[in-house]
């Protein structure tokens, strides 16, 4: 069933590379994933530790390399997330003027190579899928994109292929560090050796930073994060919904499925460091958000600043924290790709998203008001939506960490400060709806056509995928807590 | 009775906003019509809780880590949550009905419909929470649910901006409430009312960290009940309907930070020092509000800057310490002043969206029963015996000079001016001549608008009782002093209503010109200013820092390139992405098949 959900889409995209009806071939096998999906996740075995579902190729015993794929909790999570994002990107993409087959094969790789990632059990493929995925969605920017789309394409390319070099070199120097009786590139298998007490800390320290700026500069951690908002405001719409919502993703996992386990010491003896990073996400990336003058802008730097809270939950290393963190990332994942999409939709009408020429849209798409509405109050951490959820478990895991009752201490102080980041985005969002969908509407705008009828069902996922979360996280939690409780107690 | 009974009250209001929201946007009348079933049903249930005193409900796990974290979803039933349960859906009734006349031709009718079904499920929501993240959760639905109904006519300017304005300050509110209750889960080690209680003595050795976890919960308060300094966002939430104003900025929901306070007293009562801060700002409330309503001329804005000013008698006595004088006048205003807006309401539809009161004028005559119920809400709120605010007032005024005789003083003044600014709107609305012509043409609402007003006025008038009160209330306890104090109110309350009259009689225009009071004290001005000069400041050198140097710094960095894949990239010059992209994937692989498989 695994190997299903990763190759379905990569087979479809082949078929349509090779002239399958594109929109339609790309559909179907995205709704096909999506439900095999929903089929694990109904079998999900939820007291049970460690990966299921697993199936293993042998490709090379003498270097312990096989293509083993399965799930746990945490993986999980991020396929689905991967699957819901995967069919509301295909279906908010429409006709395509140019190149309208090679449009869709890239889509359906970027989400064949990320499903790919978080289901790899085994390191070389962890990797390798990863950077399936990043190809094409440098292409999307690159071809399809708009406003100075070949510079952003060269900043985004430049960024990730330092970030996935630096990573790869962390990668490798965590292979080498083990003794060779240990060597594997099993991930199961290094976790049960490091828990055996194998890297020295010493090590640890170099390979943690250099996991951390690696994947960090793939989450745009501050100051790593640049590339972000501009990429996003030339994408078109589904990819960045693919890569804001899903792909960028991956990086978060990796902390969580590699740093936080692998090298314990190592993120213990860097947490300042990152601590002061990601409150450069939330609290100085917040205040950049709130000069954007445009709508796209404005939803690339949110989505770089709500990194921050993912990073928080990472840091602070408890099971409440990180099981947050896990939510969090799904949570922002589906409601960033509901507020690109709609903001594709609307660029697609008016040709412009300044925010000085929008204004009042509501009246004119009432829809389209509606959804972005859900979109905005998600990700502004309203209760009943799952940002909520996840952003309450890091909060209170993150403060956690080291309280005593005679003062606050720096896992207090910056959780006091991400709060005031969760007023910072209420700021920002509020205007920029307010700027975007509310107040009186320009004679220019009265023609608009509201949103495709059949575009409700995409947008109904979304919003259902983030409601149901929302109001009841414990069916996350229940899946995710098991995986961490392993990590973290084996560790300290 | 059955587990899942109580859950009923919020259950219904929920299914039918989600109801509304997924199949009825388009058919206005049924829309009304599944919101008006679920607040009876919500309605019904709460009465028959209140009369069945030994209720249990179930409970659920909202999120669960076995010896981490519990966030139970679950029901506390005692005497003040079912009292304020009956309250919150008796008034959200009547207001749901006198909706249907308000609102009846407007295009946005299943929204608002939705918008208030979504605000009872919130509002009870508050009132029946058992612990401090569910009361977190339903708290910001509440504001969720004023943002959507001040912002009813979103395609004015001003009620877009008064959206934004209401939601974004109770939320600088809501960031000190939230520090408050991760401090009181990390001292106590759980989020339940009722665990948390005995467990307090935990932080009673810690006397700076309780002022400052009292403190903290209470800036929650002041975000929602609107006190100073963050009462500016109130009067501008009048940009929506007169109902929302009625039940959501009058009745309930600016009363849920009294109420929210009431259910942790024993968190707040731990801390002296935290007390006097909470009376004083809730006198400094009452009295700054009641001078700038003597100088408004908008009738809903007048009744706004009243409800501030009533709102902050209640945190005045919280923050002496009763809550049974804090909940009884909670539980009176609620009556009066939803009579008052929706008096006001009436008044305003009859006069086509006027809201001068300088273009009203003689209006006792053209709508004689809202006149009649107005008189009613005006002289209780003016605490006029034998109406209901008369006692509930009395209630803090005595506890006031009891306690703390400086509080006492500005308490007495502010009774005297909420007379004078009641008995000037009266006087300038209802009597004199008519000064403009839709003045001279207006006539009575109709019966669904006016029974609501009937049934107000007369809870507005026995509301105060003790033999009606004490039904649902604890009342404070009457002691010795008490004729004195009554005395000086009564005093306060003819100084007042004489100057009122001396100066507005039959009057034409305003003879008195206070600037200050005007420009409500230069609070927006100050607070826009503060915000430009910090918050926008911070952002626009932020946002430079980050495209001149972070961004141009890091891409200059890279491109120049001494190390790194761009740099190996610029020396192959091709300048077209696809093959650029081609090679990158090429390289990648190269490299990891020689680091790892040729090492």
Redesign the interface.
């Known amino acids: 069933m695994v190997l299903f959900i990763i190759f379905c889409p990569i087979v479809a995209a082949v078929l349509i590379m090779v002239g399958a009806p594109a929109r339609k071939t790309a559909l179907t096998a995205s709704v096909l994933t999506f439900a095999a999906t929903l089929y694990l996740l109904a079998t999900f075995g939820d007291g049970e530790h460690g990966f299921q579902h697993v199936t293993s190729f042998t490709i090379s015993p003498e270097?312990r390399l096989s293509f083993t794929t399965g799930i746990d909790g945490l993986s999980l999570i991020m396929v689905v997330l991967a699957t819901i994002v995967t069919v509301a990107a295909v279906w908010f993409a429409g006709t395509v003027e140019r190149y309208e087959n090679a449009f869709y094969a890239c889509l359906l790789f970027i989400s064949g190579g990320a499903i790919g990632a978080f289901a790899s059990i085994d390191l070389?493929f962890f990797?390798?899928f990863h950077?399936l995925a990043l190809?094409p969605t440098?292409?999307l920017i690159?071809?399809w994109g708009s406003g100075n789309r070949?510079a952003a394409?060269?900043?985004i390319?430049?960024?990730l292929?330092?970030g996935?070099?630096i990573l790869?070199l962390g990668l490798?120097l965590l292979?080498?560090s083990f003794p060779p009786a240990f060597r594997s590139f099993d991930i199961r298998r290094l976790t049960v050796a490091v828990s055996l007490g194998q890297i020295p800390a010493d090590a640890q320290h170099h390979i943690y930073l250099l996991l951390l700026i690696g994947f960090g500069i793939l989450v745009s951690l501050f100051?790593?994060h640049?590339w972000a908002p501009e990429a996003y405001a030339s994408a078109p719409a589904s990819a960045a919904m693919l890569h804001a919502g899903v792909l960028k993703k991956f990086g978060l996992y990796g902390l969580l499925r590699l740093a936080i386990p692998l090298v314990p010491e190592g993120a213990r003896h860097w947490t300042t460091l990152l601590v002061v990073l990601l409150l450069g996400n939330i609290i100085?990336?917040g205040?950049?958000?709130?000069?954007?003058k445009r709508l796209d802008w404005m939803l690339g730097y949110s989505s770089v600043m709500h990194m921050g809270y993912i990073f928080l939950g990472i840091a602070s290393a408890?099971?409440?924290a990180t099981?947050g963190a896990v939510v969090l990332i799904f949570a922002h994942g589906v409601s960033i790709a509901l507020l690109f999409a709609i903001a594709g939709e609307l660029r697609r009408r008016t040709g412009t998203l300044a925010f000085d020429e929008l204004g009042?849209l509501?009246?004119i798409m009432p829809f389209a008001g509606l959804a972005f509405g859900f979109g905005v109050?998600a990700a502004i951490g309203?209760?009943?939506f799952a940002n909520?959820?996840g952003e309450?478990?890091i909060?209170?895991?993150a403060?956690?960490h080291g309280?005593t009752?005679?003062g606050f201490h720096i896992f207090q102080i910056a959780?006091?400060l991400a709060?005031?980041g969760?007023?910072i985005s209420?700021?920002y969002m509020?205007?920029a709806y307010?700027k975007t969908?509310?107040?009186?509407?320009s004679e220019q705008w009265k023609q608009l056509v509201e949103l495709r009828p059949t575009l409700r069902v995409p947008v109904t996922l979304l919003v259902g995928a983030l409601i149901c979360c929302g109001f009841f996280?414990?069916t996350f939690?229940r899946m995710v807590?098991p995986t961490f409780r392993t990590y973290l107690t084996a560790n300290r | 009775m059955n587990l899942m009974f109580p859950w009923l009250i919020l259950l219904a209001p929920l299914v039918s906003a989600t109801a509304i929201t997924l199949f009825t946007l388009r058919w206005k009348t049924s829309s009304s019509a599944i919101s008006i079933a679920a607040v009876l049903v919500s309605f019904i249930c709460s009465c028959l809780i209140f009369a069945h005193r030994t209720v249990a409900a179930a409970e659920f796990t909202w999120i669960g880590i076995s010896g981490v974290f519990h966030v139970p979803l679950g029901l506390t039933l005692d005497q003040l949550s079912r009292t304020m349960a009956v309250l919150v859906s008796g008034i959200g009734a009547v207001i749901h009905i006198y909706s249907l006349g308000y609102m009846r031709d407007d295009e946005g009718k299943s929204r608002y419909f939705a918008a208030l079904s979504l605000f009872m499920f919130a509002m009870l929501g508050i009132v029946v929470a058992n612990n401090f993240v569910m009361l977190f959760i339903f708290w910001e639905l509440v504001g969720f649910t004023s943002y959507v109904l001040i912002g009813h006519w979103f395609y004015r300017d001003a009620a877009a901006d008064a959206a934004n304005k209401a939601f974004i300050t109770t939320r600088i509110g809501d960031f000190g409430f939230m520090i408050g209750i991760l401090m009181v889960w990390m001292a106590t080690g759980s989020l339940v009312f009722a665990e948390i209680a005995p467990r307090m003595s935990t932080i009673a050795g810690h006397p700076l960290l309780l002022t400052i976890v009292a403190l903290l919960i209470f800036c929650g308060a002041v975000g929602k009940s609107a006190q100073f300094p963050l009462h500016v966002w109130l009067p501008d939430a009048m940009e929506g309907p007169t109902p929302v104003s009625a039940l959501i900025h009058a009745a309930t929901m600016v009363a849920a930070g009294v109420y929210m306070l009431v259910r942790v007293a024993f968190v707040i009562q731990g801390s002296p020092a935290a007390l006097l801060v909470v009376a004083w700002i809730g006198t400094i409330t009452a009295v700054m509000a009641a001078l700038i309503a003597t100088q408004q001329d908008d009738i809903k804005r007048i009744l706004a800057y009243s409800t501030l000013s009533q709102l902050g008698y209640m945190i005045m006595a919280v923050g002496l310490a009763s809550n049974d004088a804090a909940m009884f006048h909670l539980f009176t205003h609620a009556f009066f002043k939803a009579l008052l807006f929706l008096g006001a309401g009436s008044v305003i539809v009859m006069l086509h969206h006027e809201q001068n009161i300088w273009n009203m004028g003689g209006l006792s005559r053209k709508l004689p029963i809202t006149f009649a119920s107005f008189l009613v809400g005006a002289l209780a709120l003016i605490g006029c015996p034998p109406f209901s605010g008369f006692f509930s007032k009395d209630a803090i005024l005595a506890l006031a000079y009891e306690r703390n005789t400086a509080i006492f003083a500005v308490a007495l003044f502010t009774a005297f001016l909420t007379a004078f600014y009641v008995i000037r709107m009266l006087l300038i609305v209802f009597f004199g001549n008519a000064r403009s012509d839709i003045a001279r043409e207006s006539h009575e609402s109709p019966p669904v608008m006016i029974v609501p007003l009937i049934v107000l006025a007369l809870l507005a008038t026995l509301g105060g009782f003790a033999f009606f009160a004490r039904s649902f209330l604890s009342l404070p306890v009457e002691r010795e002093i008490a004729i004195f104090v009554p005395a000086l109110a009564i005093a306060a309350l003819i100084a007042g209503s004489g100057l009122a009259i001396a100066l507005y009689r039959n009057r034409a225009s305003e003879p008195v010109d206070l600037e200050l009071l005007r420009h409500k004290f230069y609070f927006d001005e100050l607070y826009s200013s503060l915000i430009h000069w910090t918050q926008e400041l911070l952002a626009h050198v932020s946002a430079f820092v980050d495209r001149w140097i972070i961004d141009a710094g890091a891409v200059g960095g890279s491109s120049r390139g001494a190390w790194g894949i761009g740099a190996l990239l610029r020396l192959v010059q091709v300048g077209n992405l696809q093959a650029y992209v081609f090679l990158f994937g090429l390289g990648v692989v190269a490299i990891i098949y020689f680091a790892i498989f040729r090492f």
């Open positions: 270097w070389f990797y390798a950077e190809i440098f292409l690159g071809i070949v394409a060269w900043k390319t430049i960024y292929a330092i996935s070099f790869l490798i292979y080498q100051p790593f640049t100085y990336v205040l950049v958000t709130i000069a954007q408890t099971i409440l099981t009042g509501a009246r109050f309203l209760p009943g909520f959820a309450i478990m909060f209170f895991g403060f956690k309280w009752m005679d959780t006091v709060l005031w969760v007023v209420t700021v509020l205007r307010r969908f509310m107040g009186t509407v996280p414990q939690v807590a």
